[in-house]
């Protein structure tokens, strides 16, 4: 008994504790509604980071902190009243948030979680066109961009797959549905920032005890 107890002891020992993991990803972001004078919604694709770190609480749960920044998803769009403005509209988002991670099978991880969203909004090469009228010029002029920043609670869910490459490292390729509570009087829901987004990537996980 004693002995059984001694090997199970040395295995739970020799169980990697903890991981860090770093990789590439593409995001996926369909277009949501913008204001009515407004056209087309802000939609794309673009890459980024992501980057996470975490603890095995049990052999098949650990807890982990992430952070996933990408670059800029850009659209070219135009405001119409009185003049027009045509410009191109950027979101970015920055998400900083916690994971639980289950391990269902060798080789197959389901993650689950929130935090923020850290959100910048932006209108870039902004050319003013005032309609035309009697006695005024319709001679289109620049304008100096204009950026909005708002942070917003967001919650993700996703699958990952596990492709051991050593007893340490395994290569990560993932899913992931993120939800962004975007403000309905934001910049964000002006120029029709979409509240959800796809992530596709692969990252290289380190194990250490």
Request: charged share 15%; with cysteine; proline share 6%.
């Amino acid at each position: 008994m004693v002995c059984v107890t001694a090997v199970v002891a040395s295995v739970a020992a020799a169980e990697p504790k903890g991981y860090l993991q770093a990789g590439l990803m593409v995001t996926a972001q369909p277009a949501g509604v913008a204001n009515h004078r407004v056209t087309p919604p802000i939609s794309g694709t673009t890459v980024g980071l992501a980057a996470a770190g975490g603890v095995f609480v049990t052999r098949t749960l650990a807890i982990e902190g992430e952070v996933v920044a990408g670059r800029a998803i850009s659209t070219p769009q135009q405001f119409s009243y009185n003049w027009t403005e045509d410009y191109t509209a950027e979101s970015r988002d920055v998400f900083l948030g916690a994971n639980v991670r289950w391990r269902r099978a060798a080789h197959l991880e389901f993650v689950g979680g929130g935090g923020l969203a850290f959100s910048t909004f932006a209108e870039r090469s902004i050319v003013r066109t005032e309609l035309p009228f009697p006695g005024r010029p319709n001679v289109p002029t620049s304008e100096p961009d204009r950026v909005d920043t708002d942070v917003q609670l967001a919650v993700n869910g996703g699958i990952a797959a596990l492709l051991p490459v050593s007893s340490r490292i395994e290569i990560v390729p993932a899913f992931t549905v993120r939800w962004v509570v975007r403000s309905a009087s934001g910049q964000g829901a002006y120029f029709g920032v979409g509240s959800y987004a796809y992530q596709f990537g692969g990252a290289v996980r380190f194990k250490f005890d």
